[in-house]
Nanobody, 125 residues
Framework: QLQASGGGDVQAGGSLRLSCAVS????????IGWFRRAPGKEREFVAF???????SYADSLRGRFTISRDNSKNTVYLQMNTLKPEDTAVYYC?????????????????????WGQGTQVTVSS
């Protein structure tokens, strides 16, 4: 089970940190991804982190967003800096018990079997 939190309203240039708490299963063996759906758009990949803590980001977000995990807390974080109005979206965390495939595999939402409920991020100009 995944529980996303940390969303809210922020002005452009501000920061937010999203959390994804994972319960059940073996957290250390899980790959966690973040996706987002902006109004009127399809859900898109944001970032993922493997059990080994190796990470990957959407090209357009690299440098502003940082994904990390705290295995002692079974939690994955998404630090979002220098937020822009176009970052406004519902952010979802997702998980699967697999960490050994190529990076491109984990950018696809269809491979994730577990999803959190989503947390709204609204960035005003």
């Amino acid at each position: 089970q995944l529980q996303a939190s940390g969303g809210g309203d922020v002005q452009a240039g501000g920061s937010l940190r999203l959390s994804c708490a994972v319960s059940g299963g073996t957290f250390s063996a899980v790959t966690i991804g973040w996706f987002r759906r902006a109004p009127g758009k399809e859900r898109e990949f944001v970032a993922f982190i493997r059990w080994s803590s190796s990470t990957s980001y959407a090209d357009s977000l690299r440098g502003r967003f940082t994904i990390s995990r705290d295995n002692s807390k079974n939690t994955v974080y998404l630090q979002m800096n220098t937020l822009k109005p176009e970052d406004t979206a519902v952010y979802y965390c997702a998980g699967l018990s697999d960490s050994l495939r190529s990076s491109s595999y984990y950018t696809k939402e269809d491979v994730y079997g577990y999803w959190g409920q989503g947390t709204q991020v609204t960035v005003s100009s």
